[in-house]
């Protein structure tokens, strides 16, 4: 698995970013964004359990990853018609503020590391990644466990500071000077 101190890999992929069939897709690629923090997650599968609770929870802090210069993208195994399929069927994803990335040949997820060999998809997976496109967080967890966005919304934020920080902090509190 790629970690920390890497390079993100170089990535063209087919993103959903609306609902309707003529305006629903959008080619994104790793040069997307210039000049922003980019956080990837990928979950498992589409028209799951546990995936929709995560995506939907990205979303409703989106504007906070906005505000700090950073670009949600989310991504899985399914087609791009699979992700619009799920997006206009879920109510918690229809207005989802960011694109919905399809790896289904798994070049992104086998390049990461993160191709879980058994099931056949994405593991889930996070990644903070700097404006010059190195890798600064990974958090990886079970198939079966979600994830916590407010976690990477405050390791986000812990890395901007470009301080030392402590265990637990928060946006505003000290930093540790040496």
């Known amino acids: 698995m790629l970690s920390v101190g890497e390079k993100f890999p170089s990535f063209e992929l087919t993103g959903v970013v609306g609902l309707e069939p003529k305006n629903a897709f959008e080619t994104i690629t ?3 964004y210039p000049g922003k923090w980019k956080v990837y997650f990928f979950w498992p599968k589409d028209f799951t359990f546990v995936c929709p609770t995560e995506i939907a929870a990205f979303g409703k802090i989106n504007q906070e990853f906005a505000d700090r210069d950073a670009q949600v993208l989310g991504a899985s195994i399914d087609s791009e018609f699979v992700h619009l399929a799920w997006k206009n069927n879920h109510p918690d994803l229809k207005n989802l503020p960011f694109p919905m990335l399809s790896d289904i040949k798994r070049d992104l997820s086998e390049q990461l590391g993160i191709l879980d060999l058994q099931a056949g998809v994405s593991q889930r997976a996070t990644f903070i990644v700097d404006p010059q496109g ?9 198939l079966s466990v979600g994830r916590n966005p407010q976690e990477v919304l405050r390791v986000l934020d812990a890395l901007q500071t470009d301080e030392l920080c402590p265990c637990n902090w928060k946006k505003g509190e000290e930093t540790i000077h040496v």
Request: proline share 0%; net charge negative; aromatic share 16%.
């Open 134 to 142: 190195i890798i600064r967080f990974v958090y990886v967890t079970d």
């Open 30 to 32: 790793d040069q997307s």
